[in-house]
């Protein structure tokens, strides 16, 4: 019996000695290198027919020569880089951006759209490509609102079948809001706050920083964000090919750091003429 346990133990002792070594192989083995992106769908030089409401600075605007530039521009033009696309950028009228999208006037839309459930209802979109969240926009001179809370005795400007309209009129029908003025444009609605013919204008941050710069000291943000948001590139409702195209490419830029830099010259850098 003796003589067996000694055997034993010495067998313990070299399984404990190779599950040592199996442990320590397995702590020096070298980490799996990182799995590159995706490749990004080749689409062989087609025109991409894409609707933009170029009223919505930094996102999309019209430079001095009626160029339609900004951060949306830039994007799809490299998205489209990747996906080996031509984009025809064409500036038509938000309130029917998305009925020109299904009817197929247009392949695709960007233009500061946000994703939610009930237009993925009707439309496909792709990842989120920034996240924002909705202010309250002031004159520079407003004393007497400090942030959303002060609105029930307001007249509240937004543009027409925005998710800022839909945040308008739940507060409207919950008493937070005294009048909601709707226009086609926030160009619109900025002009009409600027006008004293509206209180408060209730807009997607970053696009309040973009106003805030084309009127140097005129504007201010008041309060915090009253939302949180992701913005995504449309495309018609089962249109695999275009989304699967743009979703490897905007992964491929996340990834590259391409979408820091953009924020960076269109919210931080840009200086309106």
């Known amino acids: 019996m003796r003589r067996h346990a000694g055997a034993l133990a010495v067998i313990l002792v070299a399984a404990a000695l190779a599950a040592a070594g199996c442990q320590r192989q397995q702590a020096q083995a070298p980490a799996p290198a990182p799995q590159p992106a995706a490749q990004v769908p080749d689409l062989g030089g087609r025109t991409i027919r894409v609707a933009t409401d170029a009223t919505y600075p930094p996102f999309e605007m019209l430079d001095e020569n009626k160029n339609i530039i900004g951060y949306d521009i830039d994007l799809i033009n490299e998205i489209c880089r990747l996906a080996n696309c031509k984009p025809e950028i064409k500036s038509t009228a938000w309130e029917g951006i998305f009925a020109a999208l299904q009817k197929g ?42 942030g959303a809370d002060d609105l029930a005795d307001k007249v509240v400007a937004v543009q027409t079948g925005t998710t800022n309209d839909e945040l308008a009129t739940k507060m409207q029908n919950e008493g937070k809001i005294k009048e909601v003025k709707r226009f086609r444009t926030f160009d619109l609605a900025v002009q009409s706050l600027l006008q004293k013919d509206a209180d408060a204008v209730l807009i997607d941050s970053v696009a309040a920083s ?17 939302t949180s948001e992701g913005l995504g590139i449309v495309v018609r409702e089962g249109d695999k090919t275009l989304q699967e195209a743009f979703n490897a490419a905007l992964t491929q830029l996340k990834e590259q750091g391409f979408l820091d830099k953009l924020y960076q010259k269109w919210f931080v850098e840009w200086k309106p003429k």
């Open 105 to 146: 006037d247009y392949d695709a839309v960007i233009s500061g759209v946000t994703i939610t459930e009930e237009r993925d209802k009707t439309m496909d979109f792709t990842m989120p490509y920034i996240e924002v969240g909705q202010v309250v926009l002031v004159r520079s001179d407003e004393a007497r609102i400090s």
């Open 210 to 226: 973009g106003y805030m710069g084309t009127k140097p000291g005129q504007l201010k943000v008041v309060g915090e964000k009253l």
